[in-house]
């Protein structure tokens, strides 16, 4: 079986040489400071949703009170420091993460905030589900695996939310993630009637109706992706695409010796 995620059709769409090193090949990369970021607010904010969500069926939560504003928010920063020094410490042991004082410090400051901003916002609360891994079949031994951030249970349906940690910006915004998700979703049966980014940083939604419709027309998308992907790969054809993300791509300097490892 062939298992493919919304990220790894990404990053073929960006960059199919990029895919190759990444999937193919499975050259290590390092972390950026801004993933680790992304990684440790994601796991804070769903350890916060998991333990709502135990509260709710009565069960006591150690160490957690959910009594004031001022009770919850410290334990969202607290959880978070904790979460950070622990992985960080990981990441620097195995080589994986390069990042100053002074970039630890300003984007720990920028994780706090944004979770200042979730605290305030309406997410703050039980969620249906959090966290919740998928896995479809999609065609002749195919897989389609993803992660959702959160679905919320309401009176018309279910609502699928993405939680974003970059900046704000209608030019990236890719609405396939949502419906990826939302397809998944459909496929296990809950009845997806809206996708929803929130975008922590700037405290701002990006909220899109999601139909039966929308839903068929997803599926076809990806498996015309996939295909694609698969022709590639038997063709072993991954050129390099140029673009404004390489400065930033973990796998530049491979690239720019113009020398890709043998297969």
Request: aromatic share 14%.
């Amino acid at each position: 079986m062939t298992r493919f995620s919304y990220s790894k059709l990404s990053a073929f769409d960006q960059c199919p040489l990029k895919f190759r090193y990444q999937y193919v090949q499975q050259v290590p990369s390092k972390t950026s400071p801004a993933l680790f970021l992304g990684q440790i607010v994601h796991d804070t904010i769903a350890a916060y949703e998991k333990a709502l969500q135990r509260k709710s069926s009565g069960q006591i939560v150690a160490g957690v009170m959910f009594s004031t504003e001022n009770e919850d928010l410290e334990w969202l920063h607290q959880t978070f420091r904790q979460k950070w020094m622990a992985e960080r410490n990981k990441c620097r042991q195995q080589g994986l993460l390069e990042m100053s004082r002074s970039e630890e410090t300003i984007y720990g400051m920028r994780g706090l905030r944004m979770l200042e901003n979730f605290y305030k916002s309406s997410f703050a609360s039980c969620p249906y589900e959090t966290e919740r891994f998928l896995d479809v079949p999609l065609g002749e031994d195919l897989i389609f695996v993803g992660r959702i951030d959160r679905i919320e249970k309401r009176q018309t349906g279910f609502r699928i939310v993405d939680f974003k940690t970059g900046k704000f910006s209608e030019r990236f915004i890719d609405f396939l993630q949502l419906h990826t998700y939302s397809w998944l979703a459909y496929q296990y049966g809950l009845k997806v009637d809206s996708t929803l980014f929130y975008f922590l940083e700037d405290d701002e939604l990006v909220e899109r109706p999601f139909s039966r419709e929308q839903n068929q027309r997803t599926e076809a998308a990806l498996k015309e992706k996939c295909q694609t992907v698969l022709r590639a790969a038997q063709n072993n054809a991954f050129p390099k695409k140029k673009g404004p993300l390489c400065a930033y791509c973990d796998y530049q300097d491979l690239c720019d010796s113009e020398s890709a490892p043998p297969l």
